[in-house]
């Protein structure tokens, strides 16, 4: 397909919920090297929440879906990565804007507006083990696809292989940001938990874009 319904969308949160809750014990066992041992919990929770959400409301446009998903996001999940995912998705529904489906500049878009807002407010750079170290190469990846002529399925796979290297990147990197920075040296030689979950929401989206 040349495009992600709401339909698509809502397909793409379960299996992101899915993913998350299948890996919530892995999740909370990278946090609990680097972290405080709560990020497989509290991420399994928070899309539970919003698939539960999600189903009552059942949104007819993106700007709804996701303004669901994000308020739930901030308001389930305590700790950094409900409000920073829960941004992420809001801003991500405020640029998709009042449709019932994006073709792939708008997803693009969409994305990046979404990085933006984990970037305002958490205002992780490059480097520092975060999620925005699979984010950020995801949605690069994404938009130079596009821009060379890539189907939105090919695009959004390489957005997810590109999501996966950043993952994979944080490994050797010390924490700047966030619980883990208070580690220093210590937090080097650990996946980013954000990192790893983020890698999944793009899994996710390949996985149903290809379907
Ligand atoms: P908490 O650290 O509050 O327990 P979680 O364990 O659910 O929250 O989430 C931790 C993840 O949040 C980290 O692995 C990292 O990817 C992400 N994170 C933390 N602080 C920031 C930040 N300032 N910017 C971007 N991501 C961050
Ligand atoms: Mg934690
Ligand atoms: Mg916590």
Do not use: Q
């Not at 009552?56 to 709804?64: L, N």
């Not at 890539?150 to 924490?175: F, H, I, K, N, Y």
């Amino acid at each position: 397909s040349t495009t992600i319904s709401i339909d698509g969308f809502t397909a793409w949160l379960d299996a992101f919920r899915t993913r998350v809750t299948e890996n919530k014990a892995y999740l909370t066992e990278l946090d609990s090297a680097i972290g405080d041992a709560d990020h497989g919990s509290n991420m399994a929770r928070g899309m539970a929440a919003v698939m539960d959400k999600v189903g009552a409301a059942a949104p007819s446009t993106a700007d709804e879906l996701f303004k669901t998903v994000g308020m739930t996001l901030v308001t389930s999940v305590g700790g950094a990565s409900g409000p920073l995912y829960g941004t992420f998705f809001l801003r991500f529904g405020m640029t998709a804007g009042s449709v019932s489906e994006c073709d792939g500049p708008a997803l693009a878009a969409a994305l990046r507006a979404g990085l933006e807002g984990v970037v305002a407010r958490g205002k992780a750079e490059a480097n520092d083990k975060t999620m925005f170290d699979a984010m950020a190469p995801a949605i690069d990846a994404l938009d130079s696809a596009l821009a060379s002529g890539a189907s939105l399925a090919d695009a959004v796979a390489a957005a997810r292989d590109a999501a996966a290297a950043g993952r994979d990147a944080t490994e050797p990197l010390v924490a700047r940001k966030g619980r883990a920075s208070y580690l220093g040296d210590r937090s080097a030689g650990h996946l980013d938990p954000g990192a790893t979950s983020t890698a999944m929401l793009f899994d996710a989206l390949a996985e149903v874009i290809a379907a």
